[in-house]
């Protein structure tokens, strides 16, 4: 291609995602259009049947399933609407993605789709870990990016941004082991806000500071 560059976005079919978006409100539920984004929002007990219609509706034609993640809401949503379970959907046939969104509560199962989707095998078990959302049916529902032995679930908003545990090497074991996290105050600048507002106000440390001499670097 010559000339100007142009985002992968403008090449996309407006007209043709908003019919997309009105199939999907007639046939499946709430449907939304946004900056040529197309979000589908169904019920949990439904996301399974919905994925396996939206695979096979020769409308939609959804073979492919790009990626599972979720949305902790934690402090602006009830305990039994505190997630999001977000699914990224790719249809190669009419080169539309989409969105699917279900909410669940804190301890909810959600109906697995590795029936449908073989690849969601491994997005489950991402979210499991990092979540804490249980997928029922799932064939080998283990933690996949953290270690053995771990505590808690990373990407929940009530989970410690520097973590209950730290890793170390044991010479007299002779193996890897866990300790009680401990990180020296004089080492950090925390303000003590909250777990996420922590590091308010500390924009300019790096000014401020001044950890390195000039010199070194001559």
Known sequence: MTGTT??????????A??????????????????VREVTLTVPADK????LLALRDDPACQFGMIIDITAVDWLGTRPASERFDVVYHLLS???NQRLRVKCVAGEG???????NVYAAANWYEREVWDMFGIPFAGHPDLRRLLTDYGFEGHPLRKDFPLEGHVEVYYDAEQQRVAYKPVDLPQGFRHFDKLSPWGGMTGNAGLAETDKPFSPEEFK
């Open 6 to 15: 142009r985002h992968i976005d403008v090449m996309l079919d407006e007209k």
């Open 17 to 34: 995602l908003a019919a997309l978006c009105a199939h999907l409100k007639t046939n499946y539920g709430p449907a939304t259009m946004a």
């Open 47 to 50: 996301i399974a049947t919905t």
């Open 92 to 94: 190669t046939s009419f």
């Open 108 to 114: 909810q199962q959600i109906p697995t789709a590795v």
